[in-house]
Nanobody
Framework: QVQVVESGGGLVQAGGSLRLSCVAS????????MGWFRQAPGKERGFVAA????????DYADSVKGRFTVSRDNAKKMVYLQMNSLKPEDTAVYYC?????????????????WGQGTQVTVSS
């Protein structure tokens, strides 16, 4: 059974940092692109970052570029999102998702397995 679980969310002041983690028990993890998305209340789920199977290629939404860093550990089947210089507008539920076959995409519809999400709240 495929299971994707995010953790690491919480409440942080503006300018602070959080590190989100995601473990994905999918057999294709080491050959899959992993993505992070977020959804704020009343808004659609939007792309945050993605990383290809070998970590060699990444993609970021313009709103987080230079502040967020995505990484992965294939041996542990984990992907991370380091978030620095957080802003109140980063407040959202953050989701991790898998995409197979491998290949960068910003379209949530291209990602097949999703976690339940972890709440990130940034106070001003």
């Amino acid at each position: 059974q495929v299971q994707v679980v995010e953790s690491g969310g919480g409440l942080v002041q503006a300018g602070g940092s959080l590190r989100l983690s995601c473990v994905a028990s999918v057999s294709t993890f080491t050959v899959s692109t992993m993505g992070w998305f977020r959804q704020a209340p009343g808004k659609e789920r939007g792309f945050v970052a993605a990383i290809r199977w070998n970590g060699g290629n990444t993609d970021y939404a313009d709103s987080v570029k230079g502040r967020f860093t995505v990484s992965r550990d294939n041996a542990k089947k984990m992907v991370y999102l380091q978030m620095n210089s957080l802003k109140p507008e980063d407040t959202a539920v953050y989701y991790c998702a898998t995409k197979y076959p491998d290949g960068l995409s910003r379209n949530p519809g291209d990602f097949g397995s999703w976690g339940q999400g972890t709440q990130v709240t940034v106070s001003s």
